[in-house]
């Protein structure tokens, strides 16, 4: 594979690859070279109504089968891109600035597991059944969950077709028809599961792609009436959007959004493995994850050891052309996304924070010189409430907090609008319940960070969303329920009027 390959991102409409109505475009960039990587197929109103209409079409073909059959398929394109592995891989490094390395091992083996696992969840859904006896009648509620309908599903840039599959798979699983947009700054891949769905003759209509620009392709799903339910993982403000054009339609929302998680390091932890976990949590994806630890609170007692330590590690990361195997930092996605955590940086400065390390552009040898690289960095000095400690920056800048107890430690973990995850570093087990349950946050993770199993459940409290993903509750979502209650006439046993 290579760039020629990728060089023309098409929709994927009723089954065939497609460009926009009216030819329009958008150019897309390699972000580790600054180069041209080819055009985006811009899409609006008009391919929105056209993939909503093949997706209403293919519906009762597809809801009406058993989820054997809808699994079969998923199946299929789990298969599709393990066989692949590697163009995809290179792929969503190209597009995205990521090292291949976490393409290869990460993003792209989750997006098949996501495929594998829906395939299997469905399979296995229960349905709900009480019986009651009333007035001695002799009564049976069984629970049914019919698919919702045609589902509009949009992802973010930062795990491309990871976040992608995590949507679209539960939504096929349970018997939905799917209208899905990727990011314009990362469509790649999604654009070569199209072609991996062709190949494997994904039945026309299923699944249907739309790229283009938020505002347009984006609010275009949101607002249509033939699409009844909306899965959204992006910024915060985005969401607000979405959940107030989506409200006065009534339609059913799910809502993943931005994050500023504490990591809290206490002094009883095993500091090597919190030194780690905290470089990790703060650096990992070049910091553009939702659950990226971008606030690390540390026990005073330990503060100057911790922070030298995390300086350290944060100073050998190897930084380069994400195509090399042992990039450990990639590039950020976008020369404007370098330029908002730059931004965020001179705040930093400006409210009296001091940089430690990092945050220089840097430029590596040979065909990455133009790329869009900053230093990780590590910030100290400013109070909680700063605007630093408060917004998201989404790149790899981690501040360091320090703190006196526990009951401090969790109102500063606290002390945001977010609320998204949390990773707590401690040998005292006890501390670590005690504090974890009282951390506002979807998913806290003691000694360690992101690590997923797929059944759990998965969201964000405050605004860092709405709703709840991951096993049943994924499925549920592109599900409504109807309870039927039936009356029998003969009373079965173990009635008390027998
Ligand atoms: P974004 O909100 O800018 O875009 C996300 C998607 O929404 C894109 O496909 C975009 O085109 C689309 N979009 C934009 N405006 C729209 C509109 N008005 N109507 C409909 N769709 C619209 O987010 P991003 O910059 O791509 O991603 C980064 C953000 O995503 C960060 O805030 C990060 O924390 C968040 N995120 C959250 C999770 C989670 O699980 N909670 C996971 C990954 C990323």
């Not at 959004?257 to 932890?269: Q, S, Y």
Request: charged residues 20%; hydrophobic residues 40%.
């Amino acid at each position: 594979m290579d760039r020629s390959d990728i060089c023309e991102v098409l929709h994927f409409i009723d089954g065939e690859r497609v460009p926009s109505a009216d030819g329009a475009t958008l150019d897309n960039f390699e972000p580790a070279t600054g180069e041209s990587l080819g055009t985006i197929a811009a899409g609006g109103a008009v391919e929105v109504d056209r993939a909503t209409a093949a997706a209403t079409r293919a519906l009762p073909g597809w809801s009406d089968q058993s989820a054997e059959y809808r699994g079969a398929w998923l199946e299929k394109l789990a298969d599709a891109i393990e066989q692949r592995l590697d163009d995809f891989a290179w792929a969503e490094s190209v597009d995205n600035g990521k090292p291949i390395g976490a393409a290869r091992t990460i993003d792209i083996p989750r997006a098949a597991a996501n495929l594998r696992f829906f395939a299997g969840a469905a399979r296995f859904q229960h349905q709900d059944a009480h019986r009651s006896r009333m007035a001695g009648e002799d009564l049976w509620n069984v629970t049914i969950c019919k698919p919702v309908g045609v589902s509009g599903c949009i992802s973010p840039w930062n795990l491309p077709l990871y976040l992608f599959t995590w949507k679209i798979a539960p939504a096929l699983a349970a018997g939905c028809t799917v209208v899905a947009k990727p990011s314009e700054v990362t469509p790649v891949t999604a654009d070569l599961l199209a072609q991996v769905a062709q190949e494997v003759g994904f039945p026309a209509g299923v699944l249907n792609i739309v790229h283009g620009l938020g505002p347009a392709a984006g609010a275009a799903i949101v607002g249509h009436p033939g699409i009844p339910a909306i899965t959204f993982t992006g910024g915060t403000a985005t969401g607000a959007a979405i959940a107030s054009q989506a409200a006065p339609l009534f339609k059913k929302t799910l809502l993943e959004l931005g994050g500023k998680n504490p990591t809290v390091v206490f002094a009883d932890a095993d500091l090597d493995a919190a030194v780690e976990g905290a470089t990790a949590a703060a650096f990992s994806n070049q910091g553009q994850i939702c659950l990226c630890g971008s606030r690390i609170l540390v026990e005073r007692s330990i503060l100057q050891s911790f922070t030298s330590r995390l300086v350290e590690k944060a100073q050998e990361m190897t930084i380069g052309d994400p195509l090399d195997d042992s990039t450990q930092l990639g590039s950020l996605v976008s020369a404007s996304h370098r330029e908002k955590v730059e931004a965020c940086l001179q705040l930093a400065r400006e409210e009296g924070g001091e940089i430690l390390c990092g945050g220089q552009r840097v430029a590596p040898d040979g065909r990455c010189s133009e790329g869009y690289f900053l230093s990780p960095a590590v910030v100290t000095g400013l109070g909680p409430a700063t605007r630093t400690n408060q917004e998201e920056i989404f790149g790899p800048v981690a501040t360091v907090i320090p703190f006196d107890d526990e009951a401090e430690a969790i109102e500063i973990a606290n002390g945001v609008r977010y609320g998204l995850a949390a990773s707590i570093w401690t040998r005292d087990v006890d501390r670590a319940l005690r504090v974890s349950e009282k951390i506002e946050a979807g998913t806290v993770w003691v000694n360690c960070w992101m690590k997923r199993d797929l059944r759990t459940v998965f969201g964000g409290v405050k605004e860092s969303g709405l709703g709840r993903e991951g096993g049943s509750d994924s499925l549920k979502f592109f599900q409504e329920p109807t309870n039927i209650c039936i009356r029998f006439d003969s009373k079965g046993p173990g009635s008390s009027d027998e």
